[in-house]
């Protein structure tokens, strides 16, 4: 939950309510994720409060595109929806090693590219450059880092952290040595390549490095 609000991140086995076939059934983010053709367009109730205004149905469920999400009209607000948090452990003194580890995971998310010499997320059709702030929202809300800590007893537990600022600093300082997918621009409609192949495919094509988002 706070994830939820704080990032605006619904993770996983985050439970949703969403009407299908003129019926509410509960349904996980997974479970909305992995089968988009059923439940694309359908609405929801409220994903931080479900029992708002007696179960009212406020939230509309988005899974084509670059990035899977969940509007919601009571907050006026869209939720990012996300499989499972990459988990990665900070090491004292092997801080490039977790940056490297986080750039692999942001070149295979969807909707996170290089844009201009800058790192940018696309969603809802539009571009959003990352300064530390909006990255640390966008990097907190997929990503789970922890450190172990040892035990008297000999035994260790695992303790979470916030998205460290070293890495952070490294990821937007990086320019080109990031390696992330390039963007060349969000279009709204199909286009002719240059192949003579017609791009109708939505999402991002790395031939001509734009990202196809159709009007919902």
Do not use: W
């Amino acid at each position: 939950m706070r994830r939820a609000v704080e990032s605006g991140a619904l993770v996983g086995a985050y439970p949703l309510t969403v009407q299908f076939a003129g019926k509410l059934q509960p349904v996980t983010v997974e479970g909305v994720i992995a089968d988009p053709d059923t439940y694309n367009g359908c609405l929801t109730c409220d994903p931080l409060d479900d029992e708002y205004d007696n179960g009212r149905l406020v939230g509309k469920l988005y899974l084509k595109g670059t990035t899977p999400r969940l509007f919601t009209f009571r907050h006026n607000r869209t939720f990012t929806l996300v499989r499972d948090l990459v988990r990665v452990q900070i090491v004292t003194g092997r801080t490039a090693d977790a940056t490297e580890r986080v750039l692999q995971e942001l070149n295979s998310f969807p909707d996170v590219f290089d844009f201009g010499g800058g790192v940018v997320q696309v969603a809802s059709g539009n571009v959003y450059r990352q300064d530390r702030a909006s990255l640390r929202q966008l990097i907190g809300g997929r990503f789970q880092f922890y450190r172990t800590k040892t035990q008297p007893n000999g035994g260790t537990v695992e303790i979470a952290l916030e998205p460290p600022n070293a890495i952070l600093d490294a990821i937007l300082s990086n320019g080109t040595q990031r390696q992330l997918k390039r963007l060349t621009a969000v279009i709204s409609a199909p286009v002719m390549r240059l192949d003579g192949h017609l791009l109708t495919a939505e999402g991002y094509d790395p031939d001509t490095c734009l990202v196809l988002e159709l009007a919902q």
